[in-house]
C-alpha cells in the first residue's frame, strides 16, 4: 500500500511540474516597458538605463494555503516567477548594439527620417519611403545605414531573445520592439501600418 501511495504522489509530482515548467509565457507589458526605454535611448540620445534587475518583491500578507504549497516551493521555485515577469535586455551584445545605433541615428538616420526619405516598417525595420526625397549624392550613404541598420536591429531582437533563454520569443520581441518605433515617431516620420501601407505620424 505505501508503494502506492509513493507511486502515486511520484506521478502527480511529475504531472505538476511537467505542467508548471511548460508553462512559460511572453512577458508582454515587461517587455514593452524594457523596449521603450531601449528606443529612447536611441531616439531621444539619452543615457542608456540602469542594468537590469528585479524589484524586490513587496512583503504579503500570509498565505493560509502556503504551508502545504511549500514543498512545490521546494520542487518548482519557479512555479511563483509569474508574480514579478522581467525581461532582460541589457548584454555586452545588445550594449555594443545601441552605441551604433545611437551613432547612425545622430550622424544620419535621424535627417532621412525628418526628410520622408525613411520611415519605420511594421515589422521592426526601416525601409526608404521615398528616395526623392533623398539627393543623389547622399543615396548611397543612406542605403548602406539603412543596411547596418536594419542587421543591428535583427541582431538585437534575435539577442534579447537568446538573453532571456527563449529563442522562440524572437518574433514577439520584434513585433513590440516594431510598436515601440512607431509610437516614438516624431510627427511628420513616416511608418508602415499593419497592412504595410506607408503613413506620415
Known amino acids: 500500500m505505501r508503494k502506492l501511495v509513493y507511486a502515486l504522489l511520484t ?15 511572453f512577458p508582454e507589458a515587461a517587455a514593452q516597458k524594457a523596449a521603450d526605454r531601449f ?8 543615457a542608456a ?57 545622430k550622424n544620419t538616420l535621424k535627417s532621412l527620417l525628418d ?7 511594421h515589422d521592426g525595420l526601416v525601409a526608404v519611403h521615398d528616395a526623392g526625397k533623398i539627393p543623389l549624392s547622399q543615396r548611397a550613404q543612406a542605403t548602406a545605414a539603412v543596411a547596418d541598420e536594419n542587421g543591428d536591429r535583427n ?3 534575435r539577442e534579447i531573445a537568446r538573453a532571456n533563454g527563449h529563442p522562440e520569443w524572437e518574433s514577439r520581441i520584434r513585433a513590440t520592439f516594431a510598436k ?21 505620424k
Not at 506521478?11 to 509565457?25: E, F, K, Q, R, S
Not at 528606443?39 to 539619452?46: C, E, N, R
Not at 515601440?180 to 506620415?200: C, L, M, P, T, V
Open 39 to 46: 528606443i529612447g535611448t536611441v531616439i531621444d540620445q539619452g
Open 180 to 200: 515601440g518605433w512607431i509610437e516614438r515617431a516624431h510627427a511628420g516620420w513616416y511608418y508602415q501600418d499593419a497592412s504595410g501601407a506607408w503613413k506620415r
Open 49 to 105: 538605463p540602469a542594468p537590469d534587475s528585479q524589484p524586490a518583491p513587496a512583503p504579503q500578507a500570509q498565505d493560509p494555503i502556503r504551508p502545504s504549497a511549500m514543498l512545490l516551493d521546494l520542487l518548482v521555485p519557479a512555479a511563483y516567477a509569474a508574480d514579478t515577469p522581467d525581461i532582460r535586455v541589457q548584454t555586452p551584445a545588445t550594449e555594443a548594439i545601441r552605441g551604433r545605433m545611437q551613432a547612425r541615428f
Open 155 to 157: 541582431a538585437l531582437y
Open 115 to 121: 526628410s520622408g526619405g525613411v520611415g519605420f516598417t
Open 11 to 25: 506521478t502527480a509530482m511529475v504531472a505538476l511540474v511537467g505542467c508548471v515548467t511548460i508553462n512559460v509565457y
